[in-house]
């Protein structure tokens, strides 16, 4: 929790202002009993009933004061409070842009919702009501126990009497419930996840019949929830009886020895009822301290899951003296690169070298390593062994930014946010001009679509574009990275879901647009191969062919036999 300070410093006045009314507030609840004391003692035995009008009166002052002190400090908490959150949010947001694939790759995005919305939420209801009110309350009991020994040093012993009660009782509190806390919030990430998750997924859900089975797994998910939070209230109902208890013991205790007191002539009658009404107040500061003890647990599991996030290092970083990268002179290699996501290697020994300018095809089976390997080039992941170099120089030495500002790249599953079409073609060039997002659009064979509808480039394309089809998606994408006038472009078969026609279209465009660029595309169509000034053939991670396609065709039997299977040659007029 204390490393939540760098975070509160920039308010520390507006603390210390919060901080300053809180005494207030605390010293004048405490002082009706003053009042109380000096009626008793001083102006009952005179008889002046003038006196007791200025007491009541002072009483009403009194509680006026502190009223209008406490809703000035509500608010002016509550807004400190939210700006605290705020910072950390954006802090939260902004540091989990920077993480690495591989961070994402093994974490569940609803866990990262729930510590973002809901463990900074809990964060600022313990900075804005329970660390004040622990201040305040802390404040009353000091104010309490100055007030008691001022009257008697005999009050000040009783007073301090309950004091072991209470910390062994907040101590075991405190120790039982804190991993009850602990378990909500890793079950309310768990609940977040799975939501999301299946909620995205609600077309197969239902295409699949499988509404049933995932009610049962949420009903699981649920219950574990259920049965933390009821533990954590079985916990938590401990409090209010220990503290009924508590000052039960303590008032018959006061009435006992304060009485034996006043008898013996060691206190005022006035000072006995006073602390009777101490007694009294100290009834709202301990039935709170189990409630403000739970939301210190809360707060403080919330604080360590979001350090635990803030503290997640990227493992990508640039480099110390890394370089912009501006554009490709001389060649683009790979040398001896493996990779493997865990212990199952990906990619072994990936060696090869391409001009500046030219195409290079990638091509080989479901799962060989394609998207691998030029998510490496992007830098999503880093090699385990070897070098990718862009004009000799290796890209650790490129600076990230300057690499993915300048590399192109058309995922294989485009993801399209919730906007406009407009908003999702100029994601990443948001200077870019109508003109320019047209242009990008035309290239992408998309321009006429937009046009024809009737908001044109304004029309919302729904959450995750769910109201575009899979190919116009997919150009979307291809809009999108065309108009960033990339030195390099990387193409995750592009077209898969078009038709031949758009295809040839596209790639045309796309080669027009490219001229003089280097090119690397994924695909598995005839006339994209052939195109290539060379073909990559991957199987299994490893590189078994590197030619032209008819060097490859004519030597290499896997790929003569991926040709054919494509069913291409037959419509693109053979190999
Ligand atoms: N994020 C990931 N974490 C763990 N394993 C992964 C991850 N992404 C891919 N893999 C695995 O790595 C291997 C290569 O995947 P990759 O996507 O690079 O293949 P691909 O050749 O592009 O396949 P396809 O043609 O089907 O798109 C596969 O076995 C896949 O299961």
Redo the contacts with the bound molecule.
């Keep these: 929790m204390l490393r939540l300070l760098p975070f509160l410093k920039p308010y520390r006045w507006w603390f210390m202002l919060v901080g300053i009314l809180l005494m207030l507030i605390a010293l004048l609840t405490t002082l009706p009993p003053w009042l109380i004391q000096y009626a008793i003692d001083e102006v009952f035995p005179t008889g002046d009933t003038t006196w007791l009008l200025w007491l009541g009166g002072g009483i009403l002052l009194l509680s006026l004061m502190e009223g209008l002190f406490s809703f000035t400090q509500q608010v002016l908490s509550e807004w400190v409070s939210q700006r605290v959150i705020f910072q950390i949010r954006n802090q939260l947001f902004h540091h989990l842009n920077q993480l690495s694939?591989?961070f994402f790759?093994r974490t569940q995005v609803g866990d990262l919702i729930s510590r973002v919305v809901s463990d900074t939420d809990t964060l600022k209801r313990f900075i804005a009501f329970g660390l004040l009110k622990v201040v305040t309350n802390g404040l009353v009991l000091l104010w309490i126990f100055v007030s008691l020994m001022m009257w008697s040093p005999w009050m000040g012993f009783l007073f301090l009497l309950m004091i072991p009660f209470m910390v062994h009782a907040m101590w075991t509190y405190s120790f039982r419930v804190r991993p009850a806390f602990r378990r909500i919030r890793q079950t309310t990430g768990r609940l977040t996840s799975f939501t999301r998750e299946r909620l995205a997924g609600i077309e197969v859900i239902k295409l699949f019949g499988n509404e049933t089975h995932e009610e049962n797994q949420f009903q699981q998910e649920n219950q574990e929830y259920l049965q933390y939070q009821v533990e954590a209230a079985r916990l938590g109902a401990f409090w209010l009886p220990y503290s009924e208890v508590l000052l039960g013991f303590f008032a018959g205790l006061v009435l006992l020895a304060g009485g034996w007191l006043v008898t013996t002539g060691r206190i005022t009658a006035g000072s006995l009822v006073g602390f009777m009404a101490y007694v009294n107040l100290l009834n709202r500061p301990i039935r709170q301290t189990g409630f403000l003890l739970s939301l210190f647990q809360q707060a403080d599991t919330a604080a360590e899951r979001i350090h635990h996030l803030l503290d997640q290092e990227s493992a990508i970083q640039n480099h110390p003296g890394a370089q912009p990268f501006t554009r490709l002179t001389d060649s683009l290699s790979m040398q001896g690169v493996s990779f493997a996501?865990?212990a199952?290697p990906?990619?072994q020994h990936v060696t090869f070298k391409i001009k500046a300018g030219e195409t290079l095809a990638?091509v080989?089976?479901?799962?060989?390593?394609?998207?691998?390997?030029v998510?490496l080039l992007l830098r999503f992941?880093a090699p385990s062994a070897g070098e990718i170099l862009l004009d000799d120089r290796p890209i650790e030495r490129y600076t990230v930014e300057s690499l993915r500002e300048k590399i192109g790249l058309v995922m294989?599953h485009p993801f399209l946010f919730d906007g406009t079409l407009r908003d999702n073609i100029a994601l990443g060039t948001p200077d870019a001009t109508l003109a320019d997002i047209q242009q990008a659009a035309r290239l992408a064979s998309l321009d006429s679509f937009i046009k024809a509808l009737p908001q044109g480039y304004d029309t919302p394309i729904g959450e995750r574009g769910v109201r575009l089809s899979g190919g116009q998606a997919q150009r979307l994408a291809l809009a999108r990275v065309l108009l960033r006038q990339p030195e390099i472009l990387v193409l995750?078969?592009p077209t898969a879901s078009v038709d031949h026609l758009t295809d040839a279209h596209i790639m045309e465009s796309v080669s027009s647009l490219m001229a003089g660029k280097t090119l690397l595309v994924?695909a598995h169509r005839l006339a994209t191969l052939r195109s290539a000034h060379r073909i990559l053939f991957?199987e299994d991670?490893r590189i078994t062919g590197l030619g032209t396609h008819h060097e490859l065709v004519t030597s290499h039997a896997g790929y003569r036999g991926f040709i054919e299977a494509s069913g291409d040659i037959a419509g693109r007029g053979g190999v």
Excluded at 364 to 373: M, V
């Design positions: 694939f591989s790759d996501y865990d199952q990906v990619l990638i080989g089976p479901s799962g060989a390593g394609k998207t691998t390997l998510h992941y294989q995750d078969e994924i991957l991670g």
